[in-house]
């Protein structure tokens, strides 16, 4: 009988063909040789946490417009896009010319130079509220400098954020940034947790009586179309309200553009909506696919940076900043070349048409396997929400999604979307397990791939028995 019974189980397998999983592991072997090696150098053998990929991720040899090729020579249509950065697409010529140009004239000089001045009048010209700038290398340092130049300007602590928005790995802000939110990251002190106070999102009568009742506050920081790029998104009307209430009680307003800027408008989720931050940071697009982050906002308060020489102020005004490779000429020159393509509107709204046609094409796609999923996203980013019990289906716009925050957000089956995420690789796309960023490179035929590499993963994912 046990013998009868494995082979029914054999045939069973063979019939169905090899799963998802088994397919995977056999079709990358260097990368899966490369990972062997990573892992005796790396923590999970990776060099950030949203790399992580069970069995292994891929390793990716070289990159151009929305395309990346990895080490055994597959072929992807990519929605990583440098993590956010690469509106654009990799290897824009006229950044790489820019570049190239730069790397013969030296790549860091110690020293002020022409670049940081034409890239951050670029940034003051496109920015809504941007009067001054100043230059750090990741957005972590940008949320990090604006929350203490609040707290210097305010003379006040604490710090008003929103569950799901993420803003850094820093101790002040990573607090609430992923589920569960109510959960102290370990290694963050307790005595931070008393200066950060974390808001539902969307919540603006929670934002107000927090306002009203703590006169210690000295920011809301906030991501403007919500957590990781609208994972969870803002309502209509939210950022209004919220510039409405910290006017009302002397707080100052943050908008965390690190992704948003140059990717909503030109001048990003502010120039969009109409709101005017006190504070903005910026990163990504910013500098072009390289280093490069930025601080900006209302001049009295970046004007806490300057050094003047007079022992009062610089004791107990001035902010200390360094950092090596703050407005380096060959970010500056990177970031130059992708503002003045962006400034003139039409890459983002290339970017925007191609991600709704494929948000559309995936949700018919869903539609067909009479599935609990959805896609659903703004501008030109889409996310995942997988077994849902959404009942808005049938009405819905698949943009302002007002599902529950906390099922929005980590909320994904990892089995579903790391296998979703496995199969669209073995499909010639690569997106996260979350969704992906939509590029000015893809083109309607890439899309229309996406679309179909979606539907054949599903097939798999059904004959698995895991949909």
């Known amino acids: 009988m046990i013998e009868k019974g494995a082979r029914e189980i054999q045939e069973a397998r063979e019939k169905r063909g090899p799963s998802i999983q088994e397919r995977y592991e056999n079709s990358f072997p260097t990368s899966q040789e490369l990972y062997r090696k990573a892992l005796d150098l790396f923590p999970n053998g990776v060099t950030h946490d949203n790399r992580i990929l069970k069995p292994f991720p891929i390793y990716v040899d070289n990159a151009l417009g929305c395309k990346k090729w990895d080490e055994d020579g597959n072929e992807y249509i990519d929605y990583f896009g440098g993590h956010g950065a690469l509106l654009l697409g990799h290897g824009h010529p006229r950044v790489v010319e820019a570049v190239t ?26 920015v809504p509220s941007a009067d001054k700038v100043r230059f750090v290398s990741s957005g972590t340092e940008a949320t990090f400098m604006a929350v203490r130049l609040a707290r210097i300007f305010t003379g006040k602590s604490k710090i008003l954020k929103f569950a799901g928005h993420f803003h850094g790995w820093q101790d002040n802000l990573i607090i609430g940034s992923s589920p569960p ?24 009568g929670e934002v107000e009586k927090v306002l ?6 000295s920011c809301v920081i906030i991501e403007p179309t919500g957590a990781s790029f609208g994972m969870i998104p803002t309502r209509a009307g939210f950022l209004k309200e919220l510039r409405q209430l910290t006017d009302k009680y002397r707080v100052l307003l943050i908008f965390d553009e690190v992704i948003t800027g140059f990717r909503c408008a030109p001048g990003g989720a502010q120039e969009y909506y109409g709101v ?10 910013l500098a072009g696919g390289f280093p490069g982050a930025a601080v900006a906002g209302r001049e009295d308060i970046l004007e806490l940076l300057e050094k003047r020489g007079n022992k009062e102020w610089d004791l107990k005004k001035k902010m200390f900043h360094y950092g090596t490779f703050n407005a380096n000429p060959i970010s500056a020159s990177a970031g130059i070349a992708t503002l003045k393509i962006i400034a003139t509107g039409e890459p983002i709204n290339r970017a925007n048409r191609a991600s709704s046609m494929l948000i559309a094409g995936m949700n018919e796609v869903i539609d067909k396997y009479k599935l609990a999923w959805c896609v659903h996203g703004e501008f030109s980013g889409f996310r995942f929400l997988l077994d849902h019990t959404c009942p808005k289906r049938s009405s819905c716009d698949f943009r302002s999604c007002d599902y529950d925050y906390k099922k929005l957000k980590g909320g994904n089956d990892p089995i579903l979307s790391g296998s979703l995420r496995c199969g669209m690789l073995l499909n010639g796309v690569d997106a996260t397990e979350q969704g992906g960023w939509v590029s000015a490179a893809h083109t ?3 899309i229309e791939k996406t679309i179909m590499a979606f539907d054949r993963t599903i097939s798999w994912m059904k004959k698995d028995g895991l949909v």
Request: proline share 9%; glycine share 8%.
């Open 101 to 126: 140009k730069q790397m013969n004239r030296g790549t860091h000089y110690g020293a002020c130079h022409r670049l940081e001045v034409e890239w951050a009048k670029l940034v003051t010209d496109m």
């Open 181 to 204: 939110y109510e959960v102290l990251p370990p290694g963050v002190p307790n005595g931070v947790v008393q200066d950060t106070i974390v808001c539902p999102p969307n919540d603006i």
């Open 212 to 217: 009203r009742e703590d006169d210690r506050v």
């Open 276 to 285: 005017m931050p006190d504070i903005t940071t910026l990163g990504k697009v």
């Open 444 to 446: 309607a035929k890439d």
